[in-house]
């Protein structure tokens, strides 16, 4: 079992929103300000879209952004298209392993 | 530009040994921790551990298994190795560049594309 919960499924229509909840502890998410968002799709390498908490790497659109509050953190993505499909993870620093924990992943489906 | 090159595939039988390869390239390999992720097929990511090339500090998790994180800076490549794999290593490994601040890891900003072990 992953250290942080998210859902394992999302999905939504073209243009719509939706967002992707990320659940720590106190320990990790509710004491860092480190939480980053990944993008991984089968056969390419992972992305970075979202880090210290929400900023965005440069070539990541604005369509992407996310919060915290407490000890849950959230990616929400705008106006949806097909290329957003995939699998999303949440990351933080804490949970009393020094190198952090991750989430258990959530297939984001583009209907 | 950041790379992280790896090789695909690796296929091996239980209780040999493996060794994967992360070529990495467009930055100064000694100046950033680089580390490896796992990724088993239903469950969500993993850290298997990091190295800092230009001390060799490192922090792993050992709770995973006989595995190794190494690296040789005069060719820019880290290294996870096992003496004798499992069939549960089986997973894809991926190789990332990590950023620290103050001895904290902040994101992993560059990933390679992952290799498959599988082991049967």
């Known amino acids: 079992q992953s250290a942080l919960a998210q859902p394992p499924s999302a999905s939504g229509s073209p243009g719509q929103s939706v967002t992707i909840s990320c659940t720590g502890t106190s320990a990790d998410i509710g004491a860092y300000d480190h939480v980053s968002w990944y993008q991984i799709n089968p056969g390419e390498a992972p992305r970075l879209i979202i880090f210290g908490v929400n900023e965005r790497p440069a070539a990541v659109p604005a369509r992407y952004s996310a919060s915290k509050s407490g000890n849950t953190a959230s990616l929400t993505i705008s106006g949806l298209r097909a290329e957003d499909e995939g699998e999303y993870y949440c990351y933080s620093y804490g949970g009393g392993n020094k190198l952090g924990v991750f989430g258990g992943g959530t297939k984001l489906t583009v209907l | 530009e950041v790379q992280l090159v790896q090789p695909r595939e690796e296929v091996k039988k239980p209780g040999e040994s493996l060794v994967i390869s992360c070529k990495a390239s467009?930055?100064?390999?000694?100046?950033?921790?680089i580390g490896w992720v796992r990724h088993m097929s239903g469950r969500g990511l993993e850290w298997m551990g990091i190295i800092y090339p230009g001390d060799a500090d490192s922090r792993d998790c050992p709770s995973y298994g006989q595995f190794t994180v190494s690296a040789d800076k005069s060719i820019d490549t880290v290294y996870l190795r096992w003496t004798s794999l499992r069939a549960s290593d089986t997973a894809v490994y991926y190789c990332?560049?990590?950023?620290?601040?103050?001895?904290?890891?902040?994101?992993?900003?560059?990933w390679g594309q992952g290799t498959r072990v599988t082991v049967s």
């Open positions: 990332v560049r990590v950023i620290m601040i103050g001895g904290v890891i902040v994101r992993l900003d560059s």
């Open positions: 467009g930055y100064s390999f000694d100046s950033y921790y």
